[in-house]
């Protein structure tokens, strides 16, 4: 069988993320933030396109993800669908938008989907925010879980190192992988969790599961576009395979252009009216 079978979609659904899963075809996600970023994910073929809340840290220069709002959240949504014809858009409940109880969790989403036109949610945690998705659910708005490092939950974690390194750990995702199946997700990401216990999960239930440093065994990768293109320099966590040195490239545009406008080459005769 080949890969790429539904390359030729016109737009993602969860019901072809299952389908690629269930005949062995990787799901390839990345977030995007805005709409010229989002319009050539979806050009070059990306499946998913996560409107993760990383873009407290990459947009906007927070050191965790909890400061972004929910306002925040639904302007950054709706201008990447305001780009996107395949690939099917998820956008992060923000922290402190669901935690607190069910209804609150139906309104956020319900907002998101109203103002941003996404197709589905996301949102982190296992059996505490169980009734959360059920309600989210039940308004028809699908629901991707998040297991593992949870970044929301970086102050109770107290580090981004990787999670379910004793059984205890490894026990607690493995249930609650199984029951944010039960209650309907559609998928869902485990971030940085041991390679074998992520291949556990993902043969334990029938839904895709997506990894960030979760290994190899699972059925799609998620990466921020901006760490995988080489924008962001900092962070080099082990599971980044970087694919451009953007960061070096734009520095040294950016230089040349400071240059020729010092030197006033720019604009030149032919760059006039
Ligand atoms: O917000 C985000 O970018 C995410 C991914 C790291 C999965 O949740």
Redesign the pocket.
């Given at each position: 069988m080949s890969s790429y079978l539904y390359r030729d979609v016109n737009k993602v659904t969860t019901n072809i993320l299952q389908r690629m899963h269930d005949e062995d075809e990787k799901i390839a996600m990345l977030?995007a933030y805005d709409y010229s970023t989002a319009k050539l994910l979806d050009m070059a073929g990306i499946d998913v396109i996560?409107v993760?809340?990383?873009a407290a840290n990459v947009m906007a220069g927070y050191k965790t993800?909890l400061p972004i709002t929910l306002n925040e959240m639904i302007y950054h949504a709706s201008s990447v669908v305001r780009a996107v014809e395949r690939a099917l858009v998820v956008v992060?409940l923000p922290f402190g938008t669901y935690q607190g109880n069910s209804k609150e969790a139906l309104n956020s989403a319900v907002r998101i989907m109203k103002e941003s036109g996404a197709d589905a949610v996301k949102l982190e945690g296992g059996v505490e925010v169980s009734e959360s998705i059920d309600r989210i659910l039940s308004a028809g708005i699908p629901v991707m879980g998040?297991l593992g490092l949870m970044p929301q939950s970086i102050n109770k974690f107290g580090t981004y190192a990787v999670r379910a390194k004793d059984d205890k750990e490894a026990d607690k995702i493995l249930k609650d992988v199984q029951i944010l199946e039960k209650h309907g997700c559609f998928a869902v990401?485990l971030?940085k969790i041991p390679a074998l216990l992520a291949k556990t999960i993902t043969e334990s239930v029938a839904i895709p599961t997506i990894g960030?440093g979760a290994g190899p065994h699972v059925s799609g990768q998620?990466l921020?576009f901006h760490d995988m293109v080489g924008v962001t320099q900092q962070f080099s966590p082990r599971f980044l395979r970087r694919y451009h040195n953007l960061s070096e490239e734009i520095i040294s545009a950016v230089s040349n252009y400071i240059d020729d406008v010092k030197r006033a080459d720019f604009p030149n005769d032919k760059e006039s009216y």
């Open positions: 977030t996560l993760g809340d990383s993800t992060d998040h990401v971030e960030i998620v921020v």
